[in-house]
């Protein structure tokens, strides 16, 4: 399923733009808000992991971006997402996600979690890391997300993240409140590792670690096939699962693990 049709028009009319037409194009607002993303990311591009940039360190620099930039809508965010592509093969890029999860939260804190925003991925050749990060709105990302050990949708703690393809990263992890859903499938990643409560569904399928290891509370869905072992040093929570061939963890000490409706024992009979 893909959310460009409904915004043709725009995307069509952005993306079809040199850069410099694209700078040109732009409000004062989303300048404001790259000029401020630039100083910062420049004033603090030392946050490094394994020899990479950590884009879990920014985010609060990047809430406090938010918290300054110029009066910004949904729309702006939009387009933020589309101007990206500038961005793509500078290191900066990486921390992308953390940008736009910071004005999403912001934005959401301003006036309520009915808002809802769209960002575009489908663009770009590099994966965005860390969207919804701390997430509370409610997000449609048209295209991929994720990349690298990053997650998506880490420390989730209400709102949506619907995402209209595939997730190649860590899903979830430490999430605590709301909904991620991904409409294709999962790759190169756990999913709901250390998740504390929320619901996460996967309808396509799960190719990559595990699902559901040191699980607490929540709830995860995976409709088609899975590669990793599912429920490993499980807590607690509820996964449910339809692959009949799937690897399940004899380590876990809680929580419910169900196939095709059936529920499966920690000895994984099914019941």
């Avoid at 410099?20 to 404001?32: M, Y």
């Avoid at 992991?49 to 406090?64: C, F, H, I, N, Q």
Wanted: proline fraction near 1%; aromatic fraction near 8%; charge should be neutral.
């Amino acid at each position: 399923m893909n959310l460009t049709n409904l915004i043709k028009t725009e995307y069509e009319t952005i993306t079809s733009q040199s850069i410099g037409e694209l700078k040109k194009s732009q409000s004062s607002v989303i300048i404001n808000i790259f000029s401020l993303w630039e100083e910062t990311f420049q004033k603090n591009n030392n946050f490094m992991k394994e020899g990479k940039v950590d884009p879990s360190m920014y985010e609060p620099l990047y809430a406090t971006i938010a918290a300054n930039a110029l009066n910004y809508t949904p729309s702006d965010i939009t387009s933020i997402s589309i101007a990206l592509k500038e961005y793509e093969k500078k290191a900066i890029f990486s921390t992308a996600g953390s940008l736009l999860s910071a004005l999403v939260n912001h934005y959401t804190d301003l006036y309520g979690i009915g808002t809802e925003y769209l960002l575009i991925t489908e663009h770009l050749e590099e994966g965005i890391m860390h969207l919804g990060m701390k997430n509370k709105g409610r997000i449609k990302i048209d295209g991929d997300c994720g990349g690298d050990e990053f997650s998506t949708g880490t420390n989730m703690r209400g709102g949506v993240v619907h995402i209209f393809g595939n997730c190649n990263s860590h899903l979830g992890f430490a999430m605590e409140y709301g909904s991620l859903i991904v409409e294709n499938n999962v790759i190169d990643g756990s999913v709901g590792t250390f998740m504390k409560n929320g619901k996460i569904e996967i309808k396509g399928s799960h190719i990559g670690n595990d699902v559901g290891h040191t699980m607490r509370g929540g709830s995860i869905t995976v409709h088609g096939t899975i590669e990793g072992m599912v429920g490993s040093s499980m807590i607690g929570g509820s996964i449910f699962i339809y692959d009949k061939n799937a690897m399940i963890s004899s380590s876990r000490t809680g929580g419910e693990i169900y196939c095709n409706g059936k529920k499966i024992k920690r000895n994984r009979r099914i019941v």
